[in-house]
């Protein structure tokens, strides 16, 4: 099936400062979301984005859907313990979500 | 409160047992979907139903099955044939298929093998 490359794997950053990650595919998709997943839990959706070149916030939150339809990022500004977590993109062309393997993010305090 | 519950959390399976995790919404969406995650995969699709019996296969459903014989129930069943079925399973359900609707998700069952 198809794939997502979602970069950066894992993420070690210290309390307070930004993060960037991204998403990137060879199809263009029509819908880009962002979850987040604790430990043992099922993944939470963070923001939709449904038009190419759309910028949404929720929060401290930002993401993107890129122009081109092949690429979303996600920035997560100062960052506090409780960012702590796996977060997903995940695509969709009107089919099932196809989802990236995730971004680990690690906060030191 | 509306949402997704899975039963049960933790499930463990002798080899050559068939098991089934229960999924069940009251949020009334027409589609739901099950996909297995296993450490540094992501998730991936085994099954996936837009409408009451009936459903498609993902791109992992071999060695598993499912049924929809209620809007509000997809259950899967874990057969003898999948050769390696220790995962965290996930279900998730959507309101209206394939018009890009955000899908929300339970909280998982793991299943180990004995």
């Known amino acids: 099936g198809q794939q997502l490359n979602q970069s950066p794997q894992s993420m070690f950053i210290q309390e307070g400062e930004d993060v960037s990650m991204n998403c990137t595919s060879s199809?263009?998709?029509?819908?880009w979301l962002w979850y987040k997943q604790d430990p043992g839990e099922g993944p939470v959706l963070l923001i939709a984005?449904?038009?190419?070149?759309e910028l949404t916030s929720n929060g401290r939150l930002t993401a993107q859907f890129g122009i081109t339809r092949k690429d979303s990022f996600l920035n997560i500004s100062a960052s506090i313990p409780s960012d702590v977590g796996i977060y997903f993109c995940?695509?969709?062309?009107?089919?099932?979500?196809?989802f990236g393997k995730g971004t680990r993010l690690s906060v030191i305090a | 409160d509306g949402g997704i519950t899975q039963s049960p959390k933790y499930l463990f399976r002798k080899e050559g047992q068939n098991v089934t995790l229960s999924c069940e919404q009251n949020?009334?969406?027409?589609?739901m979907y099950w996909y297995r995650q296993d450490p540094g995969q992501g998730l991936r699709l085994i099954y996936y139903?837009?409408?009451?019996?009936?459903?498609q296969k993902g791109d992992i459903a071999e060695g598993y099955s499912v049924s929809r014989e209620k809007k509000e129930s997809f259950p899967l069943t874990v057969t003898s044939a999948q050769k390696n079925p220790t995962a965290f399973y996930l279900c998730?359900?959507?309101?209206?298929?394939?018009?890009?609707?955000?899908?929300?998700f339970g909280d998982g069952t793991r299943l180990s093998i004995l």
């Open positions: 998730a359900s959507s309101s209206i298929p394939g018009v890009n609707q955000p899908q929300h």
């Open positions: 199809s263009i998709f029509n819908t």
């Open positions: 984005l449904y038009k190419a070149g």
């Open positions: 995940a695509g969709s062309q009107g089919t099932p979500l196809v």
């Open positions: 949020l009334n969406h027409d589609a």
């Open positions: 139903s837009q409408i009451v019996n009936d459903f």
